[in-house]
């Protein structure tokens, strides 16, 4: 017995050591894990960093592309308009170096050159567009007006037209239009309200060019991140029910009895567009009430000119209308926002404005608001967008290409004369109290009386919306990460 005690003689210690390094190694691992969990939010974060850097880089160029972001913002004027990316003059680049580190993507040894450019143009041996002036000299900086604190990480913006091809450096080549065609590799890619198109010419109205902008950020720590976006014009929105359209309760109608007068809701070739859209009624109007307003309005001796998609003649349909034109408030909406992307804004709150200097071309046209009455009796042809907040008096040779908004008192009283006409669409609404200018809880009666009529009067042109709608602020059609 005793001998047996003594073979037991050291179990306690032994347990203790093993109980150590069980505790030992645990923790240990636990530290171990704590260090690793440590290193993935570090890099997470890094990584978040770095792509919400050049989410700011990207958002800085697309707000300073508007034509009216401000003196020494904006950057409109330098944007590529014909040539394409690897041609001279083709890359518009923006810089935002930190400090006195050089920030240099057209050069290879550069710690942010931009070895991304080659996928998407055809490059040489030397990883850069082989066509001397490639990029535009001296390039933009970034502006202090976007800055945050500190200066987030993005390093340059770069703005290209797009081509109808990507990633046109690797063995995928994705074309615009769907063929799998060389020959339209190169062409223009432009934007047509709704979709893109490919053209073998540069874009040209109503077609917008689509642009590619491209940013890199880059950490302290040497996280990379380079984020792309395809912006083009943003459209208004606007969907004209008719060629004219009444939209509100109890419309006051007084028509022209001239026979030249005409309101045709068949779509019209016009401001460099084809007809090619479906027909849209004459006159459209909110309920039946008003449509017969409207009907016994019209001289029954000029009840066929007015037509459009309706079968009868005079045509005046209801119409279901837009999200936009169906109350006080949608419509004050896009009265604001048409004033926020005005060329020119006219004050004709005390005495009406007679005169529009510069009423647009087809090449440049105009938004233009006026706050109060419009009255025109001179020879005035007018492209883009007209909004008018009180009464519009057109009399004499008038006329305006695109779309004409009277949206407040809604009040439009026209005498004839000359035979000019207004090709696009007219819609006119009541918002506003005609005595008093306060806003209306519901819309209220919109008034069109036109006298005489001479050769004037409206035509349906789907172009012309479509060139009046595009506005100042560039919309994203995509956006996407390059990992390449």
């Known amino acids: 017995m005793n001998h047996k005690k003594r073979n037991q003689r050291g179990v306690a210690l032994f347990l203790a050591m093993f109980a150590l390094v069980v505790v030992t190694s645990i923790a240990l691992g636990m530290m171990f894990l704590s260090d690793s ?91 850069l567009p082989p066509t001397t002036g490639w990029y535009v000299s001296p390039a933009l900086t970034a502006n202090s007006t976007y800055a945050a604190s500190p200066v987030l990480r993005y390093k340059w913006m770069r703005i290209t037209l797009k081509t109808n091809q990507s990633a046109a450096g690797t063995s995928n080549v994705m074309y615009v239009n769907g063929s799998s065609s060389s020959t339209t590799t190169n062409y223009y890619v432009c934007w047509y309200g709704t979709h893109e198109l490919v053209s073998s010419t540069a874009c040209a109205l109503p077609n917008k060019p689509v642009y590619l902008l491209t940013t890199l950020a880059v950490t302290p720590s040497g996280t990379r991140r380079m ?55 004459a006159i459209a109007v909110n309920d039946g009430t008003d449509k017969t307003t409207v009907v016994t309005a019209i001289p029954s001796n000029r009840d066929a000119n007015y037509t459009g998609s309706g079968s009868s003649t005079p045509d005046v349909e209801v119409a279901t209308m837009p999200t936009n034109l169906q109350s006080v408030t949608s419509l004050q909406n896009l009265v604001a926002t048409v004033e926020a992307n005005a060329n020119q804004t006219l004050n004709g709150t005390t005495t009406p404005v007679t005169t529009i200097a510069n009423p647009g071309t087809q090449a440049a046209p105009q938004i233009i608001v006026v706050n109060g009455d419009l009255s025109l009796s001179s020879n005035t042809t007018g492209y883009g967008i007209l909004l008018v907040t009180g009464t519009f008096s057109p009399c004499g040779t008038v006329g305006w290409n695109g779309l004409v908004l009277v949206i407040g008192k809604g009040i439009v009283t026209g005498c004839g004369g000359g035979n000019n006409q207004y090709n696009g669409a007219m819609i006119v609404a009541q918002t506003l109290n005609p005595l008093n200018g306060q806003l209306l809880t519901a819309l209220g009666a919109p008034t069109f009386n036109w006298s005489g009529g001479g050769g004037n009067g409206v035509y349906y042109s789907s172009g012309c919306i479509n060139e009046a709608s595009y506005l100042a602020d560039y919309r994203v059609v995509a956006s996407h990460e390059l990992i390449y």
Do not use: H
């Open 37 to 127: 969990e440590t290193s993935v939010n570090s890099n997470f974060r890094d990584e978040q960093t770095a792509f919400y850097a050049a989410k700011a880089g990207l958002e800085e160029a697309r707000d300073r592309m508007r034509w009216n972001a401000g003196t020494g913002l904006t950057i409109n004027a330098s944007l590529p308009i014909t040539a394409k990316p690897g041609a001279a003059g083709g890359v518009l680049y923006i810089l935002n170096p930190t400090g006195s580190e050089t920030v240099a993507p057209w050069t290879t040894t550069n710690a942010y050159f931009d070895d991304e450019i080659c996928k998407e143009v055809s490059c040489g041996s030397a990883q």
């Open 227 to 281: 984020l792309q976006y395809e912006l083009t014009s943003d459209t208004l929105g606007v969907s004209a029910p008719g060629a004219l359209t009444l939209d509100g309760t109890s419309d006051v109608m007084s028509a022209p009895s001239s026979n030249p007068y005409q309101m045709q809701g068949t779509d019209s070739a016009g401001c460099g567009a084809s007809a090619g859209s479906s027909a849209v009624p």
